[in-house]
């Protein structure tokens, strides 16, 4: 699928930054690397390029990837940081493994969920535009795209393929930013714990299934906060769940999303456990579209009054932290 709004770079912008850029240079206090399959480069492979960044670096550094698809199982680790991943075209720069939960390793045991992933990035102050992150494993089960595991980690016209559990953000206290990006799948396909804002982004919902899965440590203000974003897919009518708690106190709200006919009348579950209709926070503000049904939502959800959805701007949410767009 086409990924019809993104902003990528031009390619005369691109043959500047190749010759100007041609292997891992310096100038000032940014450290610039390119990575070409054809070997136009000074790396063939992702995994290289990170591998070149000393530990402990605090430097920003910019990877630039030219268009190809990549089968790499990736990590960007947590003593690597301020690291910006940039791609030629967001269709056509792939990051891709197969790995799945039920998938034995070399000891013969279950890579499991957490390990399925075809990205880690672990990294702080991360930065990511126009990539495709993949898991091409199929509809086997649990099988990551990426976890997410870094706080202020910025997503910013990226893809996001996959079936069940898509998108991992395992930080508990991390804060991510996931803006005009496009994200499929099945089941729980973005799930996790930190505080994550998702805006004007496609969410493409296969099959049926439930969209989000969190994991929210109680006492933490805010989950996961979708604003202006646009539900569409190939589920069918009346298939689909906004969410179901993970643990007892996930919060989630929508705030003026566009939700299609394959979003549930009731809207939320609550993963078989009455118990956690008292615990978790699951709210909406002037959602548009044939999905979006107040009167016949499960009564332990709400819809947020004008004033509580005003706490639900980039500044209350994010505090210091002021991601760029």
């Not at 390119?34 to 000074?42: E, K, L, P, T």
């Not at 729980?188 to 930190?194: K, S, T, Y």
């Amino acid at each position: 699928m086409k990924f019809k709004s993104q902003k990528t770079l031009t390619a005369g912008l691109i043959a500047v930054v190749l010759l100007f850029f041609a292997s891992f240079t310096s100038e000032g206090q940014e450290k610039k690397i390119v990575v070409a399959q054809d070997g136009s480069a000074a790396f063939k492979t992702i995994a290289e390029a990170i591998s070149s960044i000393p530990e402990g670096n605090t430097t920003p550094v910019v990877i630039l990837v030219k268009n190809g698809i990549y089968k790499e199982k990736l990590t960007f680790p947590k003593t690597k940081s301020n690291i910006r991943l940039i791609g030629e075209d967001v269709n056509r720069t792939i990051l891709t493994y197969d790995d799945y939960a039920s998938k034995k390793d070399s000891a013969g045991k279950d890579i499991g969920t957490s390990r399925s992933a075809s990205v880690f990035v672990l990294s702080n102050d991360f930065i990511a535009e126009n990539i495709t992150f993949e898991n091409s494993s199929g509809p086997v089960g649990q099988a990551l795209a990426i976890s997410v595991g870094g706080d202020r980690v910025f997503f910013k016209n990226c893809r996001f393929l996959g079936f069940q559990d898509t998108i991992y953000t395992s930080g508990g206290t991390t804060h991510q930013y996931f803006y005009n990006c496009y994200i499929e799948g099945t089941v729980d396909f973005i799930f996790g714990a930190a505080t994550a804002v998702f805006e004007k982004c496609e969410i493409f919902c296969k099959r049926g299934g439930y969209i989000t899965a969190a994991s929210t440590p109680e006492g933490q203000k805010y989950g996961y906060i979708f604003r202006e974003c646009k539900i569409t897919g190939t589920a069918p009518e009346n298939s689909f769940f906004l969410g179901r708690p993970w643990r007892p106190y996930a919060k989630v709200v929508f705030i003026k999303c566009e939700l299609p006919a394959l979003i549930k009348a009731e809207g939320w579950h609550n993963w078989g456990k009455e118990s956690n209709e008292k615990t978790a926070f699951y709210a909406e503000y002037k959602n548009k579209g044939e999905g979006f049904q107040p009167d016949k939502r499960v009564r332990w959800s709400r819809q947020l009054t004008k004033k509580e959805a005003s706490e639900y701007t980039l500044e209350e949410i994010f505090v210091d932290w002021k991601p760029g767009k």
